[in-house]
């Protein structure tokens, strides 16, 4: 069974709280960067950074970490993997916003940070989710969160952006039901 979470209307006005969020907890945009962890929280990540210069009338700049190369579930011996990690600003010093579209286990959120940290030392990252589905594995709580959906283990969240999927929509699909 799929359960529409969240439509393009209401991933629109959550970002936007999130904007808002993320700017009155910072005290603005001086020193802030936002980075998106590949795939999906990518586009999300660009839309938080476009809504807060909006916002702010200064650019917020966005960047994107790989976090493939530093998970831990994947093989030692297996091929290396091409980082598309892209970070076109100074990250020491700045105060770092990672961004995801899905919060689980937190173990691609820590892999991400390893990710930010070869770009220099921020001063400090925060982390924004548009879901947060618990089961964490990992000690990793966001700091800004679009909504917060009870699900059990085997149960799916999908989130469609436009940029890869042609909609916006976040979905939960429900174990053993049919789609």
Not at 40 to 46: D, F, I, L, T
Not at 112 to 132: Q, W
């Amino acid at each position: 069974m799929s359960t529409v979470l969240l439509d393009a209307g209401d991933m629109r006005r959550t970002l936007g709280r999130m904007a808002h969020e993320i700017l009155e907890s910072n005290s603005g945009a001086e020193g802030l960067v936002v980075v998106g962890i590949l795939r999906r929280g990518w586009p999300v990540a660009k839309r938080l950074a476009f809504l807060m210069t909006q916002i702010e009338g200064t650019t917020v700049p966005c960047g994107k970490v790989d976090p493939r190369p530093y998970r831990d579930d994947i093989a030692r011996h297996a091929e290396p993997i091409d980082d598309m990690s892209e970070v076109p600003f100074e990250m020491t010093g700045k105060r770092v916003v990672l961004v995801d579209e899905v919060i689980f286990t937190g173990r691609t959120i820590r892999a991400a940070m390893d990710a930010v940290m070869k770009f220099g030392r921020p001063r400090s990252i925060e982390l924004a989710v548009l879901i947060d589905r618990g089961h964490r594995e990992l000690p990793i709580t966001p700091n800004y969160c679009g909504k917060t959906v009870l699900t059990e283990k085997e149960d799916h969240i999908i989130v469609r952006v436009n940029e890869f999927d042609g909609e916006d929509a976040v979905v939960l699909e429900k174990e053993g039901a049919a789609a």
